[in-house]
């Protein structure tokens, strides 16, 4: 019986100096260093427990961190700690589990949305909520920096956001010594620069959200005077509010193969050309959502399928393309016409439409034609949108690379959209907007 004692005393002891397995476990994997550091060449670089570490990433929210590392990935951002789906440990816990770090955005106080900088209770209490979070996820292994607010400059006028920022990076730092802060910027204007610099020095590092925009980063960085470290957390497909629109204000979306070449080249003109200053990017968006089309940012389809941007990223990652890709768009046309063409049609009338598309394998397509009324929500900065329901029985036939089909009966403003899928769950896609006159 006392030998039984003793043996019981030896193993309690054991397992206080060795910690359960769970202990052990954290021992392990505790959290990681993230930190800038700049050359004697003056080039800033992100290292993460001492290694070099550039940040090639996407915009993520509820896409497929599986497939974004499948595809060469290393990061990615997310825009709040918890996204109404899943929890911040939970959205850590499954980059880990890939390999992959994150960028954990923190949502802040939009004065667009109605929060007032100058109510000194709702800013202190924002800052302890902050507090909470951070608490929660400082020692996370998958946790790579802070993302504090998003395009809080977007309709801004009290600059009294950048003081707010600047302490909550400044707790941050107090809390978690391990990780590095950032805000991201709509765009990169002198001005709101200038604001960030004077107001919110605590920052380790500035981020940009530009798209077509993103071809002139490298004047954009000169005008601002900026010389510190950059980081890109937004790019990618042109915006709505940059391109041409119809007669009735309807904005022309590119193609899918029109968007892949410009995720292409604008990497190259401005990201990689950058590098002395620019430590990584996330591409926008690994996932999909309604913002004026279901297709406009969106790198995936609805139902998960990819578009040819992620041929592209998967080539800009690993400098060489997926062993099979997504089909290519050359051409579209309705009764004759592209998008910018102003297509009229009358209700009830019977019109075409065509598409030239080509599949790089040779593979069998699916064609899908689809009509919907143009989007009424007139939301910003990436607000919420309601998407506009799908019109049945308008085609007589669709199946292939023409269609045939009937006018909405109701005038007004809408959209033809043609995707074509592969046999490897690949889309390429397109719309043309058009007005249906009585």
């Known amino acids: 019986m006392k030998v039984k004692l003793l043996a019981l005393v030896a193993l309690a002891f054991a397992v206080l100096a060795c910690g359960s397995p769970q202990s052990q476990e954290e021992a392990v994997e505790g959290p990681v260093k993230s930190e800038i550091r ?3 060449d003056g080039t800033y670089s992100l290292y993460v427990d001492g290694e070099l570490f550039y940040i090639e990433g996407a915009g993520l929210e509820f896409g497929s961190v599986a497939k974004l590392a499948e595809n060469g ?10 996204n109404g789906q899943r929890s911040g440990k939970e959205v850590l816990d499954e980059a880990h589990e890939y390999g992959l770090k994150v960028t954990m955005g923190i949502e802040v106080g939009r004065e667009r949305l109605g929060f007032d900088y100058d109510d000194e209770a709702a800013v202190a209490a924002q800052l302890e909520r902050i507090r909470g979070e951070v608490m929660e996820l400082k020692d996370h292994p998958a946790l790579l920096a802070w993302g504090i607010g998003n395009e809080l400059n977007h309709h801004s006028h009290n600059p009294k956001v950048w003081d707010a920022v600047n302490e909550i990076s400044k707790m941050i730092h107090e809390v978690d010594p391990n990780h590095i802060t950032t805000t991201s910027l709509a765009g990169m204007n002198k001005e709101f620069v200038d604001l960030v610099r004077e107001r919110a020095p605590d920052l380790d ?4 959200q530009m798209y077509a925009e993103i071809e002139i980063l490298p004047e954009r ?14 790019w990618g497909a042109t915006g709505y509010w940059e ?3 119809t007669e009735w204000g309807a904005p022309v979306e590119n193609t899918s193969s029109v968007k892949a070449d410009f995720y292409r080249s604008r990497y190259a003109k401005a990201i990689q050309s950058q590098r002395k200053q620019v430590i990584g990017s996330y591409v926008f968006l690994w996932g999909q959502k309604q913002e004026r089309t279901p297709t406009w940012f969106g790198m995936f389809m609805e139902d998960g399928t990819e578009t040819e941007s992620v041929d592209a990223m998967h080539y800009l990652w690993n400098d060489t393309w997926p062993s099979n890709r997504t089909p290519r768009l050359n051409d579209f046309k309705l009764e004759g016409k592209g998008p910018f063409d102003n297509v009229k049609l009358k209700a009830g009338k019977r019109y075409s439409a065509m598409v030239d598309v080509e599949d790089p394998e040779g593979g069998e397509m699916v064609y899908r034609w689809e009509i919907m009324q143009e989007s009424q929500t007139e939301a910003t900065g990436g607000d919420e949108e309601v998407i506009p329901e799908v019109i049945e029985g308008l085609f007589v036939d669709g199946a292939t690379t023409n269609a045939t089909f009937t006018a909405p009966t109701k005038p007004g403003a809408y959209r033809i959209f043609i995707y074509v899928d592969d046999a490897d769950a690949r889309t390429a896609h397109a719309n043309i907007p058009f007005y249906v006159e009585e």
Request: no cysteine.
């Open 73 to 82: 990935a290393n990061s990615f951002r997310t825009w709040r700690t918890d």
């Open 38 to 40: 700049q050359a004697e």
């Open 205 to 208: 590092v500035l981020s940009v």
């Open 243 to 245: 391109v041409p629109s």
């Open 221 to 234: 960085i000169a005008e601002s005077g900026w010389e510190g470290p950059l980081l890109v957390t937004e």
